[in-house]
């Protein structure tokens, strides 16, 4: 085989594994060259990825603004690497190509840890976590819900949106429940506000901020955690130099508290998960 077949194969399998991973977008420019430690610094400048649109991980503040709590983590982090900060806004498909493409230095916005996408990126520790729990109410339910395993009951009505977290917790843990998926979160949230449904089971996370938007609805999350996902910061594959400052950086915050008071500033309430803070890396 020629070199140059063997640089072609070698591409070919890296954007296979990237597609499986559903992280490639045609004209990303994947495999570019990324800006390792040395160019931040002397730039001063830092690339942040941050997707406006999952509150409050990321919004637009009055002024038009991305802000959020990605948005804190990141402006520390520039400031503890006394480089200046831009933030460039990504959207959830294009996040990781914008990384690939040297478009971004860093991506935050809820990136979970998982195999198909520790393939095409690099993790940094762990940021913060990921809580699945069961949203039901106080009253008003067809049947009772102290604990998720009162779901697994004929009479109560589950509703869900398509394709998430909770689903495959359902099927295995709760088969008799019944179960109606919907589109989006706020058709979810009004079938529960009037009665349609019982309760759901989701990523705290997704529920905390379309709560606060259903007011005088007796909202009760129960305190058993079903699964916990991890979530760090990704930098370009390869891109050693500019992860091991990071992780040095996060250990900093989450040692002196910065993370878990912007988490209680945004979601205004501790993390469910907390990460624990550990020296090894």
Request: aromatic share 8%.
């Amino acid at each position: 085989m020629t070199e140059f077949a063997q640089r072609k194969w070698s591409r070919r399998q890296l954007l296979a594994m990237a597609a499986a991973a559903g992280t490639v977008a045609i004209g990303t420019g994947y495999g570019a060259h990324a800006k390792p430690l040395g160019e931040v610094l002397s730039s001063k400048k830092l690339r942040a990825g941050i997707n406006p649109t999952l509150p409050p991980f990321g919004v637009f503040n009055a002024q038009n603004q991305i802000d959020g709590f990605d948005a804190d983590i990141a402006r520390e982090i520039a400031r503890l690497m006394k480089v200046d900060l831009e933030i460039v806004q990504v959207g959830s498909p294009d996040r990781i190509p914008f990384l690939q493409a040297d478009r971004i230095d860093i991506v935050l916005g809820a990136i979970t840890r998982t195999v198909e996408r520790a393939l095409v990126i690099d993790y940094t520790i762990p940021l913060h976590t990921q809580s699945v729990v069961v949203l039901t109410k106080a009253s008003g339910t067809a049947v009772p819900i102290a604990k998720p395993g009162d779901l697994n009951n004929a009479g109560v009505r589950l509703v869900q949106v398509r394709g998430t977290v909770g689903i495959p917790w359902i099927q295995a843990n709760a088969p008799q429940a019944q179960v109606t998926l919907l589109d989006n979160y706020p058709d979810t949230f009004r079938a529960l506000q009037q009665g349609r449904a019982d309760a759901m089971v989701d990523v705290l996370e997704s529920v905390v901020v379309p709560m606060k938007n259903f007011p005088g609805v007796p909202w009760k999350v129960l305190d058993d955690v079903l699964a916990s996902t991890w979530v760090g910061i990704g930098v370009q594959k390869g891109n050693t130099t500019l992860k091991d400052v990071l992780n040095v950086v996060l250990f900093e915050m989450h040692r002196n508290g910065f993370v878990g008071t912007a988490w209680e500033k945004w979601f205004g309430v501790p993390m469910k998960t907390p990460v624990p803070v550990n020296p090894m890396f």
